[in-house]
């Protein structure tokens, strides 16, 4: 069973950087859209980015576009989320999530995720 693992959370000062890291296990990720989502206290779950299988398509969320850039390395299983220019209202609990899509140059938030990280918290604060 494919299993996700997350990393790089933590507490950045706003106008800082992180970069998180989704690390798949189990079996390969070629064959998967990876999305990633984010959930604020209060608030409901909401699709950040996602990136094809193949990785050539990538999509954001308009919150964040031209401020987070999505990769993905196949060869690794590693699907990598930058974010530059943090915001004291990206503070949220961030997830990966994997499908297997027959479409690799396909992703969508909308997708029935089958497979979830553990959430890894990131809170941008001065």
């Known amino acids: 069973q494919l299993q996700l693992v997350e990393s790089g959370g933590g507490l950045v000062q706003p106008g800082g950087s992180l970069r998180l890291s989704c690390a798949a296990s189990?079996?390969?990720?070629?064959?998967?859209?990876i999305g990633w989502f984010r959930q604020a206290p209060g608030k409901e779950r909401e699709g950040v980015s996602c990136?094809?299988?193949?990785?050539?398509?990538?999509k954001y969320a308009d919150s964040v576009k031209g401020r987070f850039t999505v990769s993905r390395d196949n060869a690794k299983n590693t699907v990598t989320l930058q974010m530059n220019s943090l915001k004291p209202e990206d503070t949220a609990v961030y997830y990966c999530?994997?499908?297997?899509?027959?479409?690799?140059?396909?992703?969508?938030?909308?997708?029935?995720?089958?497979?979830w990280g553990q959430g890894t918290q990131v809170t941008v604060s001065s």
């Open positions: 999530a994997a499908e297997r899509l027959p479409l690799n140059y396909y992703c969508s938030s909308d997708l029935e995720y089958d497979y």
């Open positions: 990136i094809s299988s193949s990785g050539g398509t990538t």
């Open positions: 189990g079996f390969t990720s070629d064959d998967y859209a």
